[in-house]
């Protein structure tokens, strides 16, 4: 059966892409930082916090030896939505930084095992 991980499976996009996928028939990892999360029908909760290398390292763990054909970075913020640019805090400028451009390629070195055992 074909696999797909995708990050932030809990709401807007994410969400409605673990329904497309399951739809047609894909197995589907859905991570989110909330465990309690409802997620899509038939999808399987992963937990996962973006900003915590514990908790990346975590995934990497519990999908030890699982081939994945598809990584979907999708989890992202917006955190200087509807303000001037001299507005934005640095801080919200780094962490935006941090979920947006280094936490997918944190995860793309987590789920590297992964993805080179997918036959796709
Ligand atoms: N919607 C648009 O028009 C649009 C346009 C361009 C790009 N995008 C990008 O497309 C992606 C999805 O957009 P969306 O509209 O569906 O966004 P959304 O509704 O705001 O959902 C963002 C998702 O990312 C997760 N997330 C945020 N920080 C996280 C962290 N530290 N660890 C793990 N998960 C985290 C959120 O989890 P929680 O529920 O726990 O917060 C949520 O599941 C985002 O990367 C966004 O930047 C969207």
Redesign the pocket.
């Known amino acids: 059966m074909p696999t797909i991980l995708i990050?932030?499976a809990?709401?807007?996009?994410?969400l409605a892409l673990a329904r497309s996928y399951r739809r047609d028939g894909w197995r589907v990892f859905a991570a989110?930082?909330?465990p309690d999360a409802s997620l899509a029908e038939g999808a399987e909760a992963v937990t996962?916090?973006?900003?915590s290398p514990e908790s990346i390292k975590a995934l990497t763990l519990t999908l030890a030896g699982i081939p994945i054909d598809i990584v979907w970075n999708?989890?992202?913020?917006?955190l200087d939505k509807n303000q001037a640019l001299e507005q934005v805090d640095n801080r919200d400028w780094l962490r935006s930084f941090e979920?947006?451009c280094i936490a997918p390629i944190r995860i793309a070195e987590a789920l590297v095992e992964n993805v080179s055992l997918s036959e796709r």
């Open positions: 990050t932030g809990n709401r807007g996009i994410g989110s930082r909330n996962l916090d973006l900003s999708n989890a992202g913020v917006y979920i947006n």
